[in-house]
């Protein structure tokens, strides 16, 4: 049996990689980088370190996507986590503190909705809890490989949910929020969750937090991908990195392998866990057109670029996990594209990230791809200028905030959607991929490449919404899929 090829070694490569070993399919990654992890690998900085991707893990305690994940490894029974730390939210001059339970957030819904909106704080709940019902249920088969009988008999089973699922994946959150009679409560949910996004999205987010299925693990997402790459290579996988893919060879409309430094890898089935532009331009040569994947591309939303600066303390200032600050001034993440709100998360409460004493901080700010792809290309120098320019204006508004910041910093870190696109391989720089909106549920890239028999997409490019737990289902599905069509 000739070993299937997996392209990237982030999480979803090696998670796919995983599940394919066990179910008997030997498997090879190639990851780019000279390490694998792709996003999910922290940043460390003269002691102080940084993550970006796992700063809130969802399916931590149970549920389908909680048994996947122990499966492959990337939780263990007893891992350590943050569940209970308050995080404050401040929304056109309101400042929400938000504890992650459902006595603290009804008691918070009721302060602040009108009495008109009684009831639709009890449908939420209601609601909320069957979603997470649902999130809990077994892992089937993916739908489109069920039978036709299989799949009456699962819509039918999920009738029992109060909204049709796909109605409310069909259905952006704006107009749900629009229902809410109290603005302090419609302005509560547009500071936890874009109001464009689609309104299934916003119920599997919520259910994950407020039943205690969401939270920080301790040691941060360098020990998870060192536990992927363990498993992986004890399960018998093979990993090689520093090797790029040149090209995806095919033949007859059938994979027939890898080129990687000029040498032929041949192989009947190769999995794209990596960039989807990149697998349609420069691995396929442009010879396979996809139309989902060329409209999602086009007209789909992403994940906003980011402007990440990362912040070493000489000090503690009480910053809670998640902070979203409010800044009349703003802060222009590019000169077309000021923040007005400021996303902050601190590492406070987990001791491995800064020395005894001092503070690790991430701080993202929305801004222009294009904007910074075209400054480095007219100009190394004044690329470096802007980041300098943005970081100061975030430490005026930071020092505004809080006094004596600019004093206590030790050591900074910038990196710009071109650092993502870079180091990680992810699409525009956008570091989740396409966001949940109902365009890009709707317009999904597809699993399986019906034109190119053997070729097989996974991670953040079919995986919408993405997220460690979700893109570990996405390689669970995409490990069934090529074991039954190996059978066909």
Known sequence: MKKTVIIGGGIAGLSTGIFLQKRGFPTVIYEKNSVPGGIALPLTVDGFRFDFSCRCLNGIAVGRRHNLMLESGALYPRIPFDCSSPEIYENEGEVFRVEWNIESFRSL???????????????????????????????????????????????????KYPIPFFKAMMTPSEKWIGEWESDSARRLWRALYPDHYSLYAFYTYMAARLYGNSGFPKGGAGELVNRLVETYRSSGGELITAAPVDEITVSNARV?????????????????????NAVLGKFLKGCLKIRPAVNLMKQGDLFYPLFTVCYGLKKQYGIPASFWLEDEKGVDGSPDLTNYRIEIHSSEGDSDTAPNGKSALVVNLRCDYFYWKNLKQKSGEAYLQYQLMVVDELNSCMERRFPGFIDSIETVRTLTPLSYEENADLYKGSWRGFAPT??????????????????????????????????????????VSIETDSRR
């Open 438 to 479: 109902v365009y890009s549920l709707k317009n999904r890239i597809p699993r399986c490449v019906k034109g190119c028999r053997g070729l097989y997409f996974c991670g953040q490019s079919v995986a919408v919404g993405g997220g460690i737990d979700a893109v570990t289902e996405d390689a669970y599905d995409t490990a």
């Open 256 to 276: 027939t392998g890898v080129r990687v430094g000029g040498r032929l890898i041949e192989a009947d089935t190769v999995v794209a866990a990596c960039n989807i």
């Open 109 to 159: 819904l009721f302060r602040l909705a009108s009495p008109a909106d009684a009831r639709r704080i009890d449908r939420f709940f209601q609601t909320v809890e069957k979603f997470f019902e649902f999130s809990r249920e077994p892992k089937e088969r993916p739908f489109a490989l069920l039978t036709f009988r299989e799949k009456k008999d699962f819509l039918m089973h999920y009738r």
